[in-house]
């Protein structure tokens, strides 16, 4: 999202020629994966748009079901053996023995979905608890100069379901994890929350998503808004909204006609 009327924007935070390494489930990988409407292909696009020649390495680490937890064992494995995700060709242990200047963590979703991340005090509190470590051993491995946690996006399309009760403390959570920690928090969720709100006030049954946890074209595109601007990138944002988002509203606005 765009910095508040009359706050300062941030300062781009991405260098020329950063490795920016993105860790994630299923939906970091379809960001690859999903083609050229993926997320990390899109936050790539935007960079090029806005800053070509900007020759950042742009990898990602995402696996389907992953969780908090589970990717603590994963980091585990990697420090023994191969160990691919849902990315073809891109190895765990090899991606992260190379110093990474950013870190991109977005997590939480299949904590959601998991019958153990429950929705109250002390599960958010142990869920946070799991999430440090995580964090402190891809630090350790990475190296990273800037680590940034991706805010969880929607599962379902309704912000009062269950689920998204649950995401709500998950975000408010990783907020509080970030100022502890000294990363950024980037807002993926609320990006992709603004956009579904934008498409429903074109079309009632506007969609983000496919299937009310992955992302669909609009989902993804939100999803590199959000990080883009959250690392102060905001004409790199911008180049995705208007090239992506945009004709997706004005698509949705003529079918409404």
Known sequence: AAAAAGEAAPAPLIRDGDRIVFVGDSITGLGVNYGPGGYVTLFRKGLDLARPGHGAEIIALGGSGQNVGSWMDVVR???QGEVLLDVPKVEVGRTLATPAGILVIMLGMNDSLAPYTSP???GVEAWAGRYRTLIAALRARAK?????LGTVTPNTED????????IALLNRRIAG???ELGCLALPSG???CETLDRGR?????????YDYVHPERAGHAAIACGMLAGLGEQAAAEAVRQSCIE???AEARVGQR
Not at 159 to 166: E, G
């Open 190 to 192: 609320e990006s992709v």
């Open 144 to 148: 990273p100069r800037i680590t940034a």
């Open 77 to 79: 494995r990697s420090e």
């Open 201 to 209: 006030a074109c079309r009632p049954d506007f969609h983000v998503t």
């Open 159 to 166: 912000p009062a379901s269950p689920k998204n009760r649950l």
């Open 247 to 249: 004709p997706l509203l």
């Open 177 to 179: 994890l970030a100022q």
């Open 120 to 122: 109250d005090e002390a």
